[in-house]
């Protein structure tokens, strides 16, 4: 929260917006969440790259799925508004907390989506846009509404969240083969012990808004823990396909296997005792995995 001696130090510029006001639309477009979803979307692009890498493609296909993802994350507050303002970490949203009329998130999340399909069927290609599409049609009209009907959601969940690797290599070869799905495989494993870790440690506030969680009636988090270790272990073994299919070589493999080892050991550590120290673990532990692992995937390219 800013002090009142911060709020009377801010100067807009003429013409621009408001700090709170950006602050707002940066979370109604989910930002960090948005960031993801490029750089997913922009290793698919550079490993579905045959040559030299096209910088204009890159940035045709990033700029149409920042704005369908800002879109899709905007659509869902706006559905969930009701539901938002009954948990804490979510009921300062623009939406639930008032600062931002529903209708206004309705429009704009709308008018973004559609923004970045028609300008990926545009400047990349019709597969691209198309699984743009199917992207933001889970995500909205699958995995939102399924929140509060079933806790397999959050497999749904993660087909629109594995998709992005999938947009960049069809935006760089026009097709998608094995590879590319086997990056899709890696990515939809991955979120399983990330959200299971946020649903435990966030599974008070879920119950109380009516969202239906692995994690319900899981107060010593062994089901959760157990299914993120299950989950870990798979993960080590698909992460291993690209070494194997000819897009990654052998120092990714290893270096697949370390993170792998690790990240199972960590869920194994949340089975053992099912802390709400262990599960932040967890959690962190999964947001340094990936990034480290798509990090070794580029550089086995290079």
Not at 21 to 46: I, M, N, W
Not at 204 to 230: I, K, N, P
Not at 267 to 276: C, Q, S
Request: glycine share 8%.
């Amino acid at each position: 929260m800013k002090t009142a001696s911060f709020e009377r130090d801010e100067v807009d510029l003429p013409g621009a917006l408001p700090t709170n006001r950006l602050s707002d639309l940066s979370q109604l477009v989910k930002t960090r969440l948005t960031l993801l979803v490029l750089v997913t979307t922009a290793v698919g692009f550079y490993l579905g790259t045959r040559g030299p890498i096209d910088l204009a493609g890159l940035i045709h296909v990033l700029f149409g799925s920042a704005l369908a993802a800002a879109g899709a994350s905007a659509l869902n507050q706006w559905w969930e508004r009701d539901l938002d303002a009954l948990m804490e970490r979510t009921r300062e949203r623009p939406v639930p907390a008032g600062r931002m009329r529903p209708l206004s998130a309705l429009f704009l999340g709308g008018i973004l989506a559609v923004a970045g399909v028609v300008y990926l069927a545009v400047m990349t290609n019709f597969l691209a846009a198309s699984l743009t599409a199917v992207t933001v049609a889970i995500y909205v009209l699958g995995y939102t509404p399924l929140k509060r009907v079933t806790t397999t959601n959050t497999l749904v969940g993660a087909i629109p969240g594995a998709i992005p690797p999938l947009i960049g290599w069809a935006a760089a070869r026009g097709y998608l083969d094995f590879a590319a799905w086997s990056l899709f495989a890696i990515l939809f494993v991955w979120q399983m012990p990330h959200f299971f870790a946020i649903a435990w440690i966030c599974r008070h506030d879920y119950e109380r808004a009516g969202f239906r969680m692995l994690s319900e009636d899981d107060e010593t988090g062994t089901r959760s823990a157990s299914q993120a270790v299950l989950f870990c272990i798979f993960l080590l073994l698909i992460a291993g396909i690209p070494a194997f299919i000819g897009i990654a070589g052998p120092v990714y493999l290893v270096a697949e296997l370390v993170l792998g080892g690790l990240f199972t050991m960590i869920a194994m550590r949340f089975h053992r005792a099912g802390t709400l120290r262990n599960a932040r673990l967890l959690f962190f532990g999964s947001i340094i995995y990936l990034p480290l692992l798509l990090a070794a995937l580029i550089l086995s390219k290079l």
